[in-house]
């Protein structure tokens, strides 16, 4: 440790040492939370003495240090995301007294992490749940797609380990449940690789089976690069298309709420929703947020949306923060979850998010069951275009697999590794099949829309 030492002194004794005096100096700040503070905080120390003059970055909030200091960080709500409240506890580096107290809503930084600047005091410490089974991914199902292409923008800039984990979760229920091409999503992610601060490291595989990553990074979580892909997507969606946009990382409110990156400037949510306001007229919008103060982007993603059908679901209001998880948070996991019929790990969901019994679960149900099992520190909230937007959905699945189970035992005499491999040849075949199905399905559900809404007279869509 580097520290200030007036040379007219002479030696000094075992308690004077740089090493005692931050032992003095953690003491005591353990000593005022339990005087203080009424729920336990988990406090680090920056062993490097910051300069007179220096200026700590806690996000948007500039803190001045007075005087030469050996700070002291309390984080106050260690399970939720950022922001939430913290203290910067600034103290005398010569004789070890507090000489201020700062409130703040970030620490010193979410993406550069400090050999210097290390936990000392943690009672409060994520839960590490064991992957109960290897799951295998639900490969019995048969997407079966809707009209037009789905696109995705999955964003997470100052990523922790459980926002990376939620981008993978939502990238491979869109590919492996839903079908959709993997050339269609577009991963923002942290330094624009499979990677986020804190542990743990060396990035291993996914938490939710044990399996290695399945996802292509495009780019980092920036605003900049988000804006790239927007003005990608301009020159490729048709009026029938479907986009998702899932926020994740850390979110900060000052006069208004905002999405934190990986480096660069935040996100406001004016620019935002301007932003994607900027794309061709398509057919629906899904955007489902995590961060912290998310709320504060929904009515003005609603006013800005040029889909046809929208829909902004939220994990917290615009005033308030969101939980986190050990490996997931758990509002983004549990709507995916439900468009996924399971969780991570396979396992049975607590109900079924299809309470329309139509075998398809639609983006205001995917929210609806999200709020049911929510966390209690979470406050979900949710916006739509019109009901239609609400109805909006990833696609339909459809279990064809125990059909094709049934003739392959009784009727195909060839071994099992020639029948999977024939099925996959003719794969196209079938998708082009159940399309047609769908198409008639579709058709059958206008019609009736029209004549319930003739027969009731009234003008709004009427849910079939």
């Known amino acids: 440790m580097s520290e200030p030492r007036d040379p007219k002194q002479g030696g000094s004794g075992r308690g004077d040492r740089p090493q005692g005096r931050l032992e003095r100096i953690q003491s005591d700040a353990r000593l005022r939370l339990a005087f203080e503070r009424q729920q336990p905080s988990n406090l680090w120390i920056e062993s490097e003495v910051l300069r007179r003059g220096h200026t700590i970055e806690a996000q948007h909030q500039q803190i001045e240090v007075e005087r030469d200091t050996v700070m002291v960080f309390a984080d106050d709500a260690p399970l939720a995301n950022w922001g939430h409240p913290c203290r910067y506890l600034l103290y005398e580096p ?50 079966w797609r809707l009209k037009g292409e789905g696109y995705a923008i999955l964003f997470s800039g100052a990523s922790n380990n459980r926002h990376t984990n939620d981008l993978e979760f939502l990238y491979r ?25 804190g542990g743990p490291h060396p990035v291993g595989s996914w938490p939710g089976d044990g399996s290695a990553y399945q996802m292509t990074v495009n780019g980092a979580g920036t605003k900049s690069e988000f804006e790239n892909v927007i003005d990608e ?35 406001y949510p004016d620019d935002f929703a301007a932003k994607v306001g900027e794309l061709p007229s398509f057919g629906c919008l899904i955007v489902m947020m995590e961060q912290c103060f998310a709320g504060g982007f929904n009515q003005r993603i609603i ?11 939220s994990a917290a209001i615009a005033t308030q923060t969101s939980i986190g998880g050990p490996n997931f948070d758990p509002f983004a996991r549990d709507w995916i979850a439900a468009m996924h019929k399971a969780n991570p790990d396979g396992s049975g969901l607590s109900s079924n998010p299809d309470t329309s019994g139509d075998g398809r679960v639609s983006s205001k149900e995917a929210y609806a069951y999200a ?20 109805r909006c959905r990833l696609g339909t699945t459809w279990y064809l697999w125990p059909l094709v189970y049934l003739y392959l035992e009784r009727r195909w005499r060839r071994p099992w590794p ?25 058709k059958i559900e ?6 319930l809404k ?3 007279g009234v003008e709004e869509e009427v849910r079939v």
């Open 94 to 143: 010569e004789n070890g007294e507090l000489y201020k107290t700062v409130d703040a809503q970030f620490p010193p930084s979410l993406t550069d992490e400090r050999e210097t600047f290390k936990p000392f005091h943690e009672p409060i410490k994520w839960a590490k749940p064991e992957i109960l089974w290897p799951i295998a991914w639900p490969w019995w199902k048969w997407p």
């Open 173 to 197: 229920v869109l590919v492996n449940d839903y079908g959709w091409d993997e050339d269609n999503i577009y991963v923002l992610n942290y330094n624009g690789n499979i990677d986020y601060a």
């Open 303 to 313: 006013d800005n949306s040029p889909a046809t059908n929208t829909s902004v679901a």
């Open 454 to 456: 003739e027969a009731l």
């Open 233 to 267: 997507l301009k020159g490729r969606l048709q009026p029938e298309d479907r986009l998702v946009i899932h926020t994740n990382n850390h979110g900060g409110r000052d006069s208004d709420s905002y999405l934190c990156t990986y480096s660069g400037p935040s996100y």
């Open 446 to 451: 206008h019609e009736l829309e029209e004549r």
């Open 418 to 442: 020639e029948a999977i491999e024939r099925i996959e040849e003719i794969q196209p075949d079938l998708m082009e099949l159940l399309e047609t199905d769908l198409e008639r399905r579709e």
């Open 371 to 390: 709020d049911l099992v929510q966390d209690p520190w979470d406050t979900p909230n949710y916006s739509e275009s019109s009901t239609a937007g609400g």
